[in-house]
């Protein structure tokens, strides 16, 4: 298996553009979830996917940013308007049992300018 | 809620030396999982070891074991014979049973191997 895909692996953009990032799970994992990397704050959990429904998106900073799973084998993460705050890498994860490995896709750096 | 914490913003060793990343958390659960991950430069998260917090035995993968003080609320790294590849960040995470495998993480150690 190729692992968790994620794309694209950089991504630059003006604020107030929209942006989407994109993930492919490992196939037969159940659960997918969404990472926020940045120095400040270090990890943080966005959003959680459990057979392709949101459990829990808490962690979703504002409205601005929205996630949708149509299917098992991919998810999108948008930000829309992005804001230089945004600039981070996002990590998609994917996993197939409570308390088993997480894995993990390279993730996207985001930079918003 | 859970918390963790790793005391250790960054450390560096020699190649070949031992070291141990200290990791604390912080629950009033019963059962749950305990890991380790690693972040190379090249960004990926890895896992490294895991332990079942029901399990007393100490985890063991090859050069990495853990020390797992329960009632300490401990879960500490070991790296044996370190090589210059262990270079990287290292997080502790904790995942409650139960919790919908959510993963809540400490703010990581930065570990770098001299040669």
């Known amino acids: 298996d190729a692992g968790v895909i994620q794309s694209p692996r950089h991504e630059v953009t003006e604020m107030g553009q929209e942006v989407t990032l994109r993930c492919k799970p490992i196939s037969g994992h159940n659960s997918l979830f969404w990472y926020r990397q940045t120095m400040m704050r270090g990890l943080e959990l966005l959003i959680y996917f459990n057979n392709n429904v949101p459990i829990d998106d808490s962690g979703m900073p504002e409205d601005r940013f929205s996630a949708k799973m149509p299917n098992a084998s991919f998810s999108t993460l948008k930000i829309q308007p992005s804001e230089p705050r945004d600039s981070a890498v996002y990590f998609c994860?994917?996993?197939?049992?409570?308390?088993?490995?997480?894995?993990f896709g390279q993730g996207t750096r985001l930079t918003v300018v | 809620a859970q918390t963790v914490t790793q005391s250790q913003p960054e450390m560096s060793v020699q190649e070949a030396e031992t070291v141990t990343l200290s990791c604390t958390y912080d629950t009033s659960e019963n059962n749950y999982y305990l890991f380790w991950y690693k972040q190379p430069p090249s960004r990926q998260m890895i896992l490294v070891i895991r332990?079942?917090?029901?399990k007393q035995q100490n985890a063991t993968e090859n050069r990495f074991s853990v020390n797992f003080q329960k009632a300490a609320k401990s879960f500490s790294l070991k790296i044996s014979d370190s090589q210059l590849g262990d270079t990287a960040m290292y997080f502790c995470?904790?995942?409650?049973?139960?919790?919908?495998?959510?993963?809540?993480w400490g703010a990581g150690t930065k570990l770098i191997i001299k040669p």
């Open positions: 332990q079942e917090a029901y």
């Open positions: 995470a904790f995942m409650k049973r139960g919790s919908n495998y959510q993963l809540i």
């Open positions: 994860a994917s996993s197939y049992r409570e308390g088993g490995e997480a894995f």
